[in-house]
């Protein structure tokens, strides 16, 4: 496994840079001030590189949710009961929870995983992968085995394989497991050197002393299991969980086989950087949702480099950050394939200006 894992971390491929040109050319020559749809164009020339085409069809979607438990919750690090993440993978695929609802208005095909519940959960639309009953107890010793880890990563990996043949345009990366934004944290803070105080949160709703003890358990983790940051993997293996391993292979496997990847919150997060520190073409495949809550989420983007698209203090996790960014996707693949150009709209392009090179007051057309 580890061998197949290394190939493809090997064989992934920067973006079409032929085709981003192309596609901001052809931005350019759209009927409006030129600049003047900001990250809408970034957006649309991301996509071309991604997808080697100027124009692309955005409209098949789908989020991906990792659900598992973690050992860690016997810490005391979470409020809510452990059982929840079974119940709530059960509710996810009834159409129930935040993201049932946001993936049903945006015409996005949900699929729910169990990569590692403890529990058992009847549904004829779960994605049955269970890798083991929740991982061990990180307080105490690591996550997973070294074999688990990779079986979650190309589990992973091979569920947006198959979207890829089943011809999905969008992958979002969602999860649900209680205590998994202790164990978010922990590989965030393993990867970038941040301190427990940078990084901890409240996750889905602390007191001041459960938060106080969670820094303590963060710590402890930290000090029990010495992840090296050198080698990105064995820190999922070891602080991580099931759904981080399971979406680190699902970030890998959007950038080798050249499909756009959303994600969601502080776990996808850490999933993406996870991915990212194995290989960092990584990053160029990727869009970031909303600016979660969580510290840790703020410190994985900074050292990503990448701006979320949405403020709209959410904390949810579950992958209910995608549906929106995926709206804004399709937008911009549909201004690329239906906007009018300066020619066909019988337009004159020298009125207008390049705004992205005027002031802020600058109304970005001459002569209106």
């Known amino acids: 496994m580890e061998k197949e894992i290394q190939n493809i971390i090997k064989n992934i491929k920067p973006l079409s840079a032929g085709a981003m040109k192309n596609a901001k050319q052809y931005q350019d020559s759209l009927i ?19 997808t080697k085409k100027v124009q692309n069809p955005m409209d098949k979607k789908a989020i991906v949710v990792m659900c598992a438990d973690n050992g860690v919750y016997e810490e005391g690090v979470s409020t809510a009961p452990q059982e929840v993440t079974a119940v ?18 945006g015409n996005i095909d949900l699929k729910v ?9 009847n549904h004829k639309n779960l994605i049955q992968k269970k890798i083991a009953y929740g991982t061990k107890n990180t307080a105490k010793e690591a996550a997973m085995t070294k074999e688990e880890m990779e079986k979650a990563v190309l589990t992973g990996f091979h569920i947006v394989e198959k979207l890829k043949q089943e011809g999905y345009h969008i992958i979002g990366t969602g ?8 164990t978010a944290a922990s590989v965030i803070i393993a990867l970038t050197g941040c301190t427990v105080e940078e990084a901890a949160g409240k996750g889905a709703g602390l007191t001041k002393e459960l938060f106080v003890h969670k820094k303590s358990v963060l ?14 993997l064995e820190v999922v293996q070891k602080v991580g969980g099931f759904d981080i391993a399971g979406l680190t292979g699902c970030f890998l ?13 502080v776990i996808s997060m850490s999933a993406a950087l996870a991915a990212c520190c194995c290989q960092p073409i990584v990053k160029q495949y990727l869009f970031a949702s909303h600016h979660s809550m969580e510290p840790a989420y703020q410190i994985g983007a900074e050292k990503l480099g990448i ?14 950050g995608c549906p929106f960014t995926m709206y804004l996707m399709e937008a911009a693949a549909k201004i690329m394939g239906e906007m009018a150009t300066f020619e066909e709209g019988n337009v004159d392009k020298s009125n207008y200006i390049d705004i992205r090179e005027e002031t802020e007051y600058d109304t970005g057309y001459r002569g209106r």
């Open 307 to 320: 701006s979320p698209y949405f403020q709209l203090e959410m904390r949810l996790g579950e992958g209910t």
């Open 88 to 105: 709530q993978a059960y509710n996810m695929l009834e159409g129930k929870t935040a993201v049932s609802v946001l993936a049903k208005q």
């Open 175 to 182: 999860e649900m497991g209680i205590s998994n934004t202790t």
């Open 32 to 50: 409006k001030p030129i600049g003047s749809l900001g990250r809408l164009e970034e957006m649309a020339i991301q996509l071309a590189g991604i």
């Open 253 to 265: 496997a959007a950038a080798y086989y050249g499909i756009p990847i959303v994600i969601d919150g």
């Open 219 to 232: 710590k402890k983790i930290l000090q029990t299991n010495k992840p090296d940051k050198n080698n990105p």
């Open 113 to 121: 995983v169990d990569i590692g519940i403890n529990g058992t959960v």
